[in-house]
């Protein structure tokens, strides 16, 4: 039995061309995504009692995890719920790739002047990272808006339950080398024009 599984893509694997191909998103959702979900299952059948639980709520805990098995967890169960948002986070649809006024972009005003400004900071976070990992847009409790970098496949939720995720951006070679090869400041700024800021926008906690 699988304890997690990969929901399909809501668009063909050429619907982001041309800022993200096919061929790499196909080895991505098939190869990448898939096999950290297959570890991660097989690292959870160790775990006996174990019954599946919001993945969200497993990641927040980490030491509720049998010692054995908590870092194989950390690096594919991060990786299966990374990538799940990555898909979500992206879109064909041109409607969605703007960010209309709204809460969203009153405060990416607030925290760093305007759209563009928030991009320019967040793409050099993003070049700023050695190695392999994460970028992310989170909402503290307070409300307002911050950046998070991570390493691997770590997730800012492992640290800090309270965050709320908005935005990530991978940026492992695997996610654009075939066709941006070493060139990662091309592949985050082509990146920006598939960002699907509805999805983004309704991660927001308003209150
Ligand atoms: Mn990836």
Redo the contacts with the bound molecule.
């Keep these: 039995m699988e304890f997690y599984i990969q929901k399909p893509l809501s668009y063909s694997y050429d619907a982001l061309e041309p800022f993200i191909d096919a061929r790499t998103m196909e080895l991505?959702y098939t190869k990448?995504?898939a096999g950290y979900l297959s570890n991660f299952n097989r690292a959870l059948k160790e775990w006996e009692g174990f019954e599946a639980k919001p993945i969200e709520d497993l990641l927040s805990d980490l030491n509720s995890i049998p010692e054995k098995i908590r870092q194989s967890v950390i690096n594919n169960g991060g990786?299966f719920y990374?990538?799940a948002l990555?898909w979500e986070m992206m879109t064909p649809d041109d409607e969605k790739r703007h960010l209309k006024d709204g809460p969203l972009l009153s405060l990416i005003n607030d925290a760093y002047g305007d759209l563009e400004g928030f991009k320019k900071i967040f793409s050099e976070k993003a070049m700023s990272l050695f190695g392999s990992g994460w970028v992310w847009l989170v909402q503290k409790t307070d409300g307002s808006l911050d950046i998070r970098l991570n390493s691997f496949q770590n997730n800012p939720l492992m640290k800090n339950p309270s965050l709320n995720i908005l935005l990530g951006l991978?940026v492992?070679e695997?996610?654009y080398y075939l066709k941006y090869q070493n060139r990662r400041a091309e592949y985050i700024e082509n990146w920006w024009n598939v960002v699907n800021w509805e999805f983004v926008e309704s991660q927001l906690n308003l209150n």
């Design positions: 991505h990448h995504h990786g990374n990538h990555f991978d492992w695997h996610a």
